[in-house]
């Protein structure tokens, strides 16, 4: 079981990452989200990177608590509700406006699907700790 909770850490990790280097870069996110042309004022850049270090810190959280997966496992319920749903509401609402393909977006919703299996490896760690010690 802790396998899988550090597994679940390291997915969010990876992808807060990416998602770190795509808020920072509005190059990268241009080549990997491809968005319909817009102008890249400095308001945006603003934006953009306070989300990026909002992002970047979240990366830091995760690998904090990846260091004691039991103790602090927590942390990726509350990474699912409400970072991860939102992160998807907003993906459906962009793919809907035609502004971002949702082909762009699929390795975005992989993560969602990712982050649903952390869900479920809480719940059972929660069953289990409830009915018997766990094994590392």
Excluded at 35 to 47: G, R
Excluded at 64 to 92: H, M, N, S, Y
Aim: glycine fraction near 4%.
């Amino acid at each position: 079981m802790k396998k899988l909770l550090i597994i679940s850490y390291w997915i969010g990790i990876v992808a807060d990452a990416a998602a770190t280097v795509l808020l920072f870069s509005p190059a990268i996110a241009n080549l990997v989200l491809q968005p319909q042309p817009f102008e890249i004022s400095a308001a945006y850049l603003y934006v953009t990177r306070i989300a990026g270090a909002l992002m970047l810190g979240w990366t830091v959280l995760l690998f904090w608590a990846q260091l004691k997966p039991i103790e602090r496992a927590d942390i990726l319920l509350i990474t699912l509700f409400p970072v991860v749903t939102l992160l998807a509401i907003a993906g459906v609402l962009v793919a809907k406006s035609n502004q971002i393909s949702i082909s762009n977006l699929v390795a975005m919703f992989v993560f969602v699907f990712c982050s649903l299996l952390c869900v479920h490896t809480v719940v059972r760690l929660g069953k289990k700790t409830k009915t018997q010690p766990l094994a590392s």
